[in-house]
C-alpha cells in the first residue's frame, strides 16, 4: 500500500514513538523509509554579523544533535530489520524542509510526532504537524504520546 516513509524527527519522545509507528508499517508493507530531521540554518539571520561566532556555535551543536537523532532512528530500524535512508534536511520552518524532502523522495507516507501544544505555547511555537497537513497531498499519520 505504501511504498515510501518519510518520518520527520527532532530526537523527542513523541518523534520516537512516529519512529516505532513507521517500523512497524514499514514491515507490514515491505515500504523504503527516509528519516529526516530538519535544520534552520540560518536562525540569527536579521540580527547582524556580530552573530557570526554564535551562528557557527548553534550550526555546530544543531548538526550535532540532528546527528545523534538520526543515529537513534538508524539503530532502531535496524534491530528491527527495516533499511533506512538517514536526511539532513533545512528551512526556516521544520514543515518547509518536510515538504521539501517529501519532494525529494517521493514518499507516499509521511508519519510523524505531533507534541500536541495548546493554548499560547501553539500561538507562539506552531504546531509543525499542523503546517505539514496543510501543505502536503500524501496522508499523515500524527502520532501522538
Do not use: C, W
Amino acid at each position: 500500500m505504501f511504498k515510501h516513509i518519510l518520518v520527520p524527527v527532532d530526537g523527542s519522545p513523541t518523534s520516537t514513538l512516529a519512529v516505532a509507528k513507521a517500523v512497524g508499517l514499514a514491515k507490514a508493507f515491505g515500504s523504503s523509509v527516509t528519516a529526516l530531521y530538519v535544520i534552520d540554518p540560518y536562525p540569527f539571520t536579521g540580527v547582524g554579523a556580530d552573530f557570526a561566532y554564535g551562528q557557527s556555535q548553534y550550526l555546530s551543536a544543531a548538526t550535532a544533535e540532528a546527528n545523534a537523532a538520526l543515529e537513534a532512528v538508524r539503530q532502531t530500524m535496524q534491530e528491527a530489520g527495516v533499511t533506512v535512508e538517514l536526511l539532513l534536511g533545512e528551512g526556516h520552518a521544520v514543515h518547509e524542509g518536510v515538504v521539501q524532502a517529501l519532494e525529494k523522495t517521493g514518499a507516499d507516507l509521511i508519519v510523524m510526532g505531533s507534541h500536541g501544544r495548546r493554548g499560547l505555547e501553539k500561538l507562539m511555537l506552531g504546531s509543525v504537524a499542523q503546517r505539514v497537513l496543510s501543505a502536503v497531498h500524501v496522508p499523515v499519520l500524527v502520532v501522538r504520546q
